[in-house]
């Protein structure tokens, strides 16, 4: 069974520019998670998708930040424009639909985009 | 508003010695707690996690974990160190919104 997966595993670009990450889940599980870390601190929670739908996104910074998950499969998380504080490692996730809190998330391996 | 505090960014140990990696959680209501590793290159691994069916949580590569309610840790624990537990390792706490708050994260080093 393939992990969850992520596009590109690193990427460079000048402030202003836009972004795309992309992420998919592994197949069957509906709740979809984004996380970031900026260099040498905590991992920190953006929103989560349950399908196509987003259950929270209290942890989206500002409205730079656009995730989508049309059809309830894969996600992208778009940065435009992107300033030099977006810069670190964004983490996706994502677990099964079991209606269990305490599910475990399973993470894919990270994207890390550096802003010049 | 839960909060995690994993004591001690780096951890250095010999090879063969135990491994303590140290985690206090806050929340208001009962958690779930997880601890995560990251080895070089890969996405985090769910390493155990506490659910409340038992206090004392054995997980994958012979590490456990111990909640205690009373002292609001989750310590993470090895006997005996091996040199492919050198990774980065992340405590956090689900309080029922599924998203969970991390760490800081603990990067252990194993001496030869």
């Known amino acids: 069974e393939a992990g969850v997966t992520q596009f590109p595993s690193h990427s460079v670009i000048e402030k202003g520019q836009t972004v795309t990450l992309r992420c998919d889940p592994i197949s069957g599980h509906d709740n979809l998670y984004w996380y970031r870390r900026v260099m040498g601190k905590e991992i920190k929670f953006l929103l989560h998708?349950?399908?196509?739908?987003?259950?929270?996104e209290s942890g989206m910074p500002n409205n730079r930040f656009l995730a989508e998950r049309t059809g309830g499969t894969y996600s992208t998380l778009k940065v435009q424009p992107a300033e030099l504080e977006d810069s670190g490692v964004y983490f996706c996730?994502?677990?099964?639909?079991?209606?269990?809190?305490?599910?475990?998330?399973?993470f894919g391996p990270g994207t890390r985009l550096t802003v010049t | 508003a839960q909060s995690v505090t994993q004591l001690g960014s780096h951890v250095s140990v010999s090879e063969g010695a135990l491994v303590l990696l140290r985690c206090n959680y806050s929340?208001?209501?009962?958690?779930?707690l997880f601890w995560y590793v990251q080895y070089p290159n890969q996405g985090l691994q769910l390493l155990l996690k506490?659910?409340?069916?038992?206090?004392l949580v054995k997980g994958i590569n012979g590490f456990e974990a111990e909640f205690k309610k009373s002292e609001t840790s989750f310590h993470l624990t090895k006997p005996s160190a091996h040199m492919s537990d050198a990774a980065e390792y992340f405590c956090?706490?689900?309080?029922?919104?599924?998203?969970?708050?991390f760490g800081s994260g603990t990067r252990l080093q194993v001496q030869p």
């Open positions: 929340s208001s209501v009962p958690p779930y």
């Open positions: 956090a706490v689900d309080t029922g919104r599924r998203a969970l708050t």
């Open positions: 998708f349950v399908k196509e739908s987003k259950q929270d």
């Open positions: 506490y659910t409340s069916a038992a206090t």
């Open positions: 996730a994502s677990s099964y639909a079991t209606g269990t809190v305490g599910d475990e998330q399973y």
